[in-house]
């Protein structure tokens, strides 16, 4: 009695979207027809897109790392700028996270529009494209940018920024985390709970 069900099962006709009379098989399928080899290596000798650095201190900071120390800000900008004006400019712009960050910068100066020029250059390794982009208005605007900022104090860029928006400097300080403008008496951030 249960070979005869089973057989029936096994055998049972349905009608298609077509009208025709198919056989529907009752087994299941086998597991090892949805198993797919992808043949996939690494090339031998690999192409970099990006320069290859032998010490990580040379990096640009890397996005959303505050707990290791990774900040990006302008002042990060500013420094990572200034420790490669030794190396050719391609070289100097060749880094994943500093493009990255100049193309979120949208706040200060709106550079997305016009980063494509030089991401082809350091796609291409062209030298003579990026030192052409190198003198468009953007990038002369970050510079005298960062030479503004350079001329402040050092005092101004520590922790204890102090901020007048209105003669009360003795009441407020701004959190290097997330810019939030804080009372005096907190030893933490209002916002981020960081502390100052």
């Not at 500013?78 to 391609?90: E, G, Q, V």
């Amino acid at each position: 009695m249960v070979d005869y069900f089973r057989k029936k099962n096994l055998n049972e006709r349905e009608k298609d979207v077509y009208g025709n009379e198919v056989q529907r098989l009752g087994r299941p399928l086998p597991v090892e027809y949805l198993l797919v080899d992808v043949p996939a290596s690494t090339p031998l000798v690999p192409l970099y897109t990006f320069l290859e650095r032998k010490d990580a201190k040379q990096y640009f900071p890397v996005e959303n790392r505050m707990i290791d120390g990774h900040i990006q800000d302008f002042a990060a900008l500013a420094n990572y700028l200034a420790k490669s004006r030794s190396l050719p400019f391609l070289d100097a712009v060749s880094d994943f996270h500093l493009l990255f960050y100049l193309y979120r910068m949208e706040d200060m100066l709106p550079m997305k529009s016009q980063l494509g020029p030089l991401l082809e250059a350091v796609r291409d390794k062209d030298k003579a494209k990026a030192n052409e982009w190198k003198t468009r208005e953007v990038w002369k605007t970050l510079e005298e940018l960062i030479e503004a900022s350079s001329n402040h104090d050092d005092s101004s860029m520590s922790n204890d920024v102090e901020f007048v928006p209105s003669g009360d400097a003795e009441q407020n300080w701004i959190c290097t985390f997330c810019t939030f403008i804080n009372s005096r008496e907190l030893p933490a951030c209002e916002i981020c709970n960081l502390p100052r």
